[in-house]
Nanobody, 114 residues
């Protein structure tokens, strides 16, 4: 079992920045991939960014150049630095960890005002 706890969401004006954190605990030794998803009201959950155990990253086209995913293996924590935020980035952001099954955090709200 893996437990994921997100933090760092909040309200920010367009053009501002936020950093999300996801702390993993439990059976974390075999996590292959960690990432962030988001779900806006009335929309499906969508992938935002991911990072492998070796540090390879991938991003959704909509956030490339603005968001950066990173990880601190010593702290078992993954971060999502979000810059140049837009109102369309407003969503609940979820941390995800993949072993043989996937695990989700509880989500953190990000609201970007225009």
């Amino acid at each position: 079992q893996v437990q994921l706890v997100e933090s760092g969401g909040g309200l920010v004006q367009a053009g501002g920045s936020l950093r999300l954190s996801c702390a993993a605990s439990g059976s974390i030794f075999s996590i292959n991939l960690m990432g962030w998803y988001r779900q806006a009201p009335g929309k499906q959950r969508e992938p935002v960014a991911s990072i492998t155990t070796s540090g390879s990253t991938a991003y959704a086209d909509s956030v490339k150049g603005r968001f950066t995913i990173s990880r601190d293996n010593a702290k078992n924590t993954v971060y999502l630095q979000m810059n140049s935020l837009k109102p369309e980035d407003t969503a609940v952001y979820y941390c995800h960890a993949l072993q043989t099954v996937g695990y989700w955090g509880q989500g953190t709200q990000v609201t970007v005002s225009s």
